[in-house]
């Protein structure tokens, strides 16, 4: 395992997916961005069949990147695969899921690290209706069973603020690596990270060009540029 320090403090996983897909051609997309001050690359396990997976995980690898899964599914199915897909793929970090187990056991045994969300209700992508009291009851369990670290959707909540919901969590688990899902795609965002001590995923935002004008190599670039700048 290569251990928290992937996530701890501010870092970015850049992530080859839009609209919670993992894209057509993601290796190539990879291969063109690869060069650029990014450390951290991962995909969804939704979008590409199985082989095409293995595929994409090995080039990651191969370039030297530390490698993400995440997970929005939450099935007994699912988690079987995310444990073997892992271990075979060398998965470093698996994101996502809500807290399970048998998927942490497994993951621990491979020497992968886990960041269950916190705060996520399954069935609402796009949104989060947890109150207060829950979002702090996930918390507890996720730190209770010694996990790495926690990935949270913060910027997608119906009433209280993205900032709000990570300064709460930070002052229960100052420490506790926390990566925020979705949502991250301005500058003054992701200075928010920084103060913050978060990690983030960007994924749609790079494909879209909404960093930098050009291609996703030139949103990746630029992404890199301004995480090494901030620190």
Request: proline share 3%.
């Amino acid at each position: 395992m290569k251990g928290i320090d992937m996530i701890k403090g501010t870092k970015a996983v850049v992530m080859l997916t839009d609209n919670d897909l993992t894209v057509d051609h993601a290796a190539e997309f990879f291969n063109s961005a690869k060069d650029a001050p990014i450390q951290n690359w991962g995909f969804k396990s939704v979008g590409q069949p199985h082989d095409v997976m293995y595929a994409l995980a090995e080039t990651i690898k191969s370039a030297g990147k530390n490698l993400f899964l995440e997970s929005i599914t939450y099935t007994e199915e699912e988690y079987k695969f995310l444990a073997e897909f892992s271990r075979k793929a060398g998965v470093d970090c698996v994101l996502g899921t809500i807290y399970n187990r048998g998927l942490h056991d497994a993951l621990n045994e491979a020497g992968v690290l886990y960041c269950p969300f916190i705060a996520k209700t399954p069935g609402l992508p796009g949104t989060i209706i947890k109150s207060r009291e829950e979002i702090m009851a996930d918390l507890k369990e996720a730190t209770d069973n010694g996990v790495g670290g926690v990935s949270v959707p913060a910027y997608m909540h119906d009433k209280m603020s993205g900032k709000e919901i990570l300064t709460m969590i930070r002052e229960k688990a100052p420490e506790l690596p926390v990566l925020v899902a979705g949502r991250v795609k301005t500058h003054k965002r992701i200075d928010e990270m920084f103060e913050l001590k978060t990690s983030f995923t960007i994924g749609g935002a790079l494909f879209r060009a909404e960093l930098a004008e050009g291609s996703f190599s030139d949103n990746v670039t630029a992404l890199g540029n301004y995480m090494e700048k901030s620190r």
